[in-house]
């Protein structure tokens, strides 16, 4: 199983400012299979990032998504206040089972 | 565009089989892996399964001894039985699309969510 490790687990942070979430997986996993969702309380997980750095239709620029191997980034360029969340990275590679991230809550600091 | 929506039981007793069914519609079930994937209160996100349009699956190991997915086209539905339930398989199961193309098997669509708790 490819255990995904995202740091930090919380990031607290203002309007305006970047913010970098960090995945990190216990081997390879190809930059074609990686994925990026978002969270808000109370909803489903909604697609932001997919092929390490393919955003989703609609999903605006200030997401951005990097990486390879086992080290992948999503960076949000300019917090919106619609952007606290809680982001997961997953993997969808020929290796099952897929897997998830534990998650990093971005916070209104 | 695709909808999802999972319908079922919000209370099942611990040691019996917690059985929901998602049901699906805007679009045909073919050439898609139909998943269910549960989230515990105040954590992350575990995979369940997958099903295919033809009936192949595909269960995570952590739980392959308990849980059976299965789908009926002709309703647009695919069902998630998980058998002799405790309190840690309380949590809110979702049911998600993932594309045959393998470079797409992400999850671009999501039912709402059930929230199931297992309790006497």
């Known amino acids: 199983e490819i255990v995904l490790t995202q740091s930090p687990g919380t990031l607290s942070l203002s309007p305006g400012e970047r913010a970098t979430l960090s995945c990190r997986a216990s081997q390879s996993v190809g930059s074609l299979y990686l994925a990026w969702y978002q969270q808000k309380f109370g909803q489903s997980p909604r697609l932001l990032i997919y092929?390490?750095?393919s955003r989703a239709t609609g999903i605006p620029d200030r997401f951005t998504g990097s990486g390879s191997g086992t080290d992948f980034t999503l960076t949000i360029s300019r917090l919106e206040p619609e952007d606290f969340a809680v982001y997961y990275c997953h993997h969808y590679s020929r290796s099952l089972p897929w897997t998830f991230g534990q998650g990093t809550k971005v916070e209104i600091k | 565009q695709v909808q999802l929506q999972e319908s079922g039981p919000g209370l099942v007793k611990p040691s019996e089989t917690l059985s929901l069914i998602c049901t699906v519609s805007?679009?045909?079930?073919?050439?898609?892996?139909w998943n269910w994937i549960r989230q515990s209160p105040g954590k992350g996100l575990e995979w369940i399964g997958y099903?295919?349009?033809?009936?192949?699956?595909h269960y995570n190991p952590s739980l392959t001894s308990r849980v059976t997915i299965s789908v009926d086209t002709s309703k647009s539905q695919f069902s998630l039985s998980l058998a002799s339930v405790s309190a840690a398989d309380t949590a809110v199961y979702y049911c998600?699309?993932?594309?045959?193309?393998?470079?797409?098997?992400?999850?671009?669509?999501w039912g709402q969510g059930t929230l199931v708790t297992v309790s006497s």
């Open positions: 805007g679009e045909s079930m073919d050439n898609y892996y």
């Open positions: 998600a699309r993932a594309s045959f193309e393998p470079t797409l098997r992400f999850f671009d669509s």
């Open positions: 092929g390490t750095s």
């Open positions: 099903v295919f349009h033809t009936g192949t699956t």
